[in-house]
């Protein structure tokens, strides 16, 4: 803010006190301040700011403080001149008694004891002695509260000199006693000094700039500026230190602008400026983010030859980590440890910090070596530092060990400090060790109890325990605490993102309860002008976000069914967010979900914290009618059908589902490591694989359409001869290793079938059935299907079977996996039928795409069907896209790397494409 000069204090502390800034005779270098010499002159210092500044002190008014100019004609004038000062005590005219002035002694004098000898009136009054500073501070601080102390020292303040005043009044302020400081400092100043000139000579440069410094913050600003004004009316001359006091007084007030023209002023006036000068200097550097003033204070520090305190450098080194150019941190302390100033605990953090911003962690570790070697004790924000660096990195076992230094240093483990390594750990997929450290932090009372339930709720989120999230909700609530919008968003989150059909129920079921409770409350405005309607949904959470936004088109729907297409106006526009936070991932997620072709909203622009979307109201009518948008979400109950939701019998069918998928899936990874590695097929067969595949297909979809994975087997198997050379090429002559292309199409089929039939069973829980299903093909029909006979056939298969071996019988494709996922996914739908496109998107058909792409050859079974259930998911706008179930039961945190990156876009372009 540019200061106009209109502008008075009035000593409550809401304003900034410029015009007392130009008292104080500082002149601003800024163009556009008013300029000096206005010959008017106004007064700014009134009883009732002096009465804030001093509290408890009784004064008069005081009409003689004059100001420098200002353009204002509404300020008083006042006489240009310093005037004689009235007494601004209420007992002042009748104390001190007028004496001649006494020769004034050092402080080191040895002086009479106050209390062992004459020379004292009476108890704790000093009178008629030399006194020495400590038994006037043992006086004082002997002293009841809000005692004047101007009867017990006057008489021995005129044998002390200016020094030893400022000695005085400094150990006052420093003793808690800083109004005593300035009651006997205010009672110097209005005396008259033709009356009272054994006082005359404790007013110069050494006693005010002792007081200037007195004043710590915004409420004592004014002060200090009346004080340097009065300065240069009594012609005392400011030197290094009032300014750089100064100085100081602006920093730790926050007027930084008023700094800079303090220190713009000392130099006009000639002097020069000392290591605290720089050192305060240097903080205003840092609050204005002006790095590049701060390193070059250093070179002017080298040219005065002044050396640099640590201080200096860690005040240089943290003003460039805030203005994020941590390289030029890193320099500064080269430049440190070159000059051969020993670091600090600071120094250590500062550039500790700066490595891990650069992503140089290694470095950062090498300087924490080094700081415990130099006997510096790492303190919780270098810990923190490093921790939280660990866990953008997923460096779980960096975190862990980081976490056992602070429990062997005994140092406090915040729940910040977990949270940290919890997030490292589960960054690298080790569920387990977060699952420990939370296990950890929850027994620790400390860090426990300081941890409120949403960050608990979180912390758990991130270990996948979204049970335990849900169960620490469940006890706030039983608990008889109302859990606001956050914790409630928080334990959404937990829920939701698991993405079994279970924990999404309970999500809808605390949803509804906050809705219930007033916790979430949706708002509705119609803009006539347009005419539209605007939705504003309060969310702080992601998935919250897509519940409510769904709750919505549930109604909307309803509504539009009801009263027709007409309700919505023109166009509707949804807002999501409070406006307070912006919500992490929430901007993507409506991007996916808004790509999904059918939906016929838009996001807009960013709209500050908040996520905008929009729609015309007829596609949205129209969309809403239809059965696409049912198709979007998995689960939408009846808010009414959420009272009664059984729980606990959630819980543990998705405990044992989760178990029965995760054995499942330990079998079939043990019988995909029996598999060949195909990365490196013949080219003639490379060639000719998606006409082969079509013709699997065509087989399959002929002879047994109720087994989908049948195709998908059997090209495994077909893909494993040609790895091992069995199959013939087209164009080459036949040699006696090879097997023709119909003969091992068929074998491939046969044994296909005998692996589908195997799986359809274990699923169904029973061999013994006597469903198509659960019956193999017989030879003859896959022999006919192929137009071969039944012995060439058996010849393909014993030629498989001995050059494969085992892999024969690994009975795993991506298709089989993937229905395993999707079985994880279905965990808790009770009575209510879900669809798998609801939770898995066109997965399942992605399947078939996926294995005519050359990169799936390289990709497990098990990770081919997590890259293609990923892509389902984004591809249908669910989010998220990779379930924490999946993540607990695969062990994999995202299944798409660098890697699966372009076979993951294919795949989400081919979905929308399919039928």
Not at 368 to 397: K, N, S, V, W, Y
Not at 604 to 615: E, I, K
Not at 690 to 713: I, V
Not at 829 to 838: E, G, I, T, Y
């Amino acid at each position: 803010m540019v200061p106009t000069g209109h502008e008075i204090g009035d000593g409550t502390g809401s304003g900034t006190l410029y015009p007392a800034y130009y008292a104080a005779g500082i002149r601003p270098i800024t163009p556009g301040y008013p300029s000096v010499g206005n010959p008017q002159q106004y007064i700014v210092v009134t009883p009732t700011v002096q009465q804030q500044i001093h509290p408890g002190v009784s004064v008069h008014p005081q009409v003689n403080m004059t100001m420098v100019s200002a353009p204002s004609n509404d300020l008083v004038p006042g006489p240009a001149a310093m005037q004689p000062l009235q007494p601004m005590y209420s007992h002042a005219p009748s104390w001190p008694p007028r004496m001649q002035a006494q020769p004034r002694q050092r402080v080191g004098t040895v002086w009479t004891d106050v209390t062992g000898r004459a020379g004292h009136t009476a108890a704790g009054v000093l009178t008629g002695q030399a006194t020495s500073v400590e038994d006037i501070l043992q006086l004082l601080r002997s002293m009841p509260r809000g005692a004047s102390a101007i009867p017990a020292v006057a008489d021995s303040l005129r044998y002390l000199d200016s020094r030893a005043l400022a000695a005085l009044l400094k150990e006052l302020s420093k003793t808690g006693l800083r109004e005593v400081a300035f009651g006997i400092f205010d009672w110097l100043r209005s005396l008259n000094g033709h009356m009272h000139p054994e006082y005359a000579g404790l007013l110069d440069v050494f006693t005010y700039t002792t007081m200037i410094a007195q004043c710590t913050n915004h409420v004592h600003l004014p002060t200090a500026l009346e004080l340097v004004n009065e300065m240069r009316s009594r012609s005392i001359p400011l030197n290094t230190h009032t300014y750089s006091s100064m100085l100081n007084v602006c920093v730790k007030s926050g007027e930084v602008e008023m700094a800079l023209d303090v220190f713009n002023q000392m130099l006009v006036e000639g002097l020069q400026p000392n290591l605290v000068t720089y050192n305060t200097l240097l903080e205003v550097y840092a609050k204005r983010g002006m790095w590049r003033e701060a390193v070059g204070v250093l070179d002017n520090l080298e040219r005065q030859r002044l050396v640099p305190e640590p201080r200096t450098y860690n005040i240089v080194m943290n003003a460039c980590n805030a203005a994020r150019q941590y390289a030029s941190c890193i320099k500064v302390h080269a430049r440190m440890v070159f000059q051969k100033i020993p670091p600090t605990v600071g120094t250590y953090n500062a550039v500790i910090l700066a490595h891990c911003k650069l992503d140089q962690l290694g470095a950062a570790q090498q300087v924490f070596r080094e700081m415990q070697q130099q006997g510096c004790q790492p303190t919780h924000t270098t810990f923190i530092t490093l921790l939280q660096t660990a866990e953008t990195r997923g460096q779980a076992e960096v975190a862990v060990s980081l976490v056992e230094q602070m429990q062997s240093m005994s140092l406090r483990l915040t729940p910040q400090c977990y949270a940290a390594a919890i997030g490292a750990c589960a960054a690298a997929g080790q569920l387990a060790s977060a699952r420990k450290l939370l296990s950890e932090m929850l027994a620790s009372s400390k860090a426990g109890m300081a941890a409120p339930a949403h960050i608990i709720m979180g912390l758990q989120d991130k270990c996948c325990d979204w049970q335990g999230a849900f169960r620490t909700y469940q006890k706030l609530l039983a608990s008889g605490v109302r859990p606001d919008n956050q914790t409630t968003a928080t334990a959404i989150e937990a829920l939701w993102s698991a993405g079994n059909i279970g924990s999404c129920l309970l999500a809808l079921q605390v949803f509804e309860h906050a809705c219930k409770q007033g916790v979430f409350r949706l708002a509705v405005s119609v803009h006539t002008a347009e005419p539209a309607v605007e939705f504003t949904l309060p969310i702080t959470g992601t998935c919250m976000a897509i519940i409510s936004l769904w709750r919505l088109l549930a109604e909307l729907r309803g509504r539009v069914l009801r009263d027709g297409p007409r309700i919505l106006r023109n166009s509707v526009a949804v807002l999501l967010g409070d406006g307070q936070s912006v919500v992490a991932n929430l901007q993507a997620a409506m991007k996916q979900w808004c790509a999904v072709p059918s939906v016929p909203f838009v996001v807009r622009p960013s709209h500050g914290q908040q996520v905008l979307l929009t729609a015309q109201a007829a596609e949205l009518a129209q969309w809403l009618m239809g059965e696409q948008s049912l198709m979007l979400c998995p689960v939408m109950p009846p808010a009414a059908d959420l009272e009664h939701l059984p729980q606990q019998t959630l819980l543990d069918l998705e405990a044992v589902s989760l178990a029965e998928c995760r054995q499942r899936l330990k079998d079939a990874r043990s019988r995909e490591a029996k598999l060949l590695h195909v990365n490196a097929l013949p080219a003639a067969y490379s060639q000719a694989r998606a006409s082969l595949w079509q013709q699997l297909q065509t087989a399959a979809a002929t002879l047994r359409p109720s087994q989908p994975q049948l195709p998908f087997l059997a090209l495994v198997l077909l893909d494993q001869a040609a790895a091992t050379g069995l199959l013939q090429q087209q164009g080459v002559e036949a040699a006696m290793s090879t097997v023709p292309e119909a003969w091992m199409l068929a074998a491939s089929m046969l044994l296909g079938s005998q692996a589908a039939t195997a799986i359809t069973a274990a699923a169904a829980g029973s061999s013994a059935s006597t469903s198509s299903n659960h019956t193999p093909l017989t030879e003859q029909q896959v022999a006919g299907q192929f137009d071969v006979t039944a012995e060439e056939m058996l010849v393909a298969v014993h030629r498989l079977r001995d050059a494969c071996g085992a892999a024969v019988k690994a009975n795993v494709c991506a298709y089989t996996v993937a229905e395993l996922y999707l079985d994880a996914m279905l965990a808790g739908q009770l009575d209510r039928k879900v669809a798998a496109s609801c939770l898995i998107g066109e997965a399942l058909s992605l399947c078939a795409v996926a294995v005519k792409e050359a990169s799936a050859l390289e990709i497990p079974p098990s990770h081919l069907a997590a890259v293609v259930v990923a892509a389902g998911r984004q591809a249908q706008g669910l989010y998220p896209v990779w379930p924490k179930v999946l993540w607990v039961l695969t062990g994999i945190s995202n299944p798409v790397g660098e890697m699966q990156q372009l076979l993951l876009q294919n795949l989400v372009l081919e979905a929308g494409r399919l039928p």
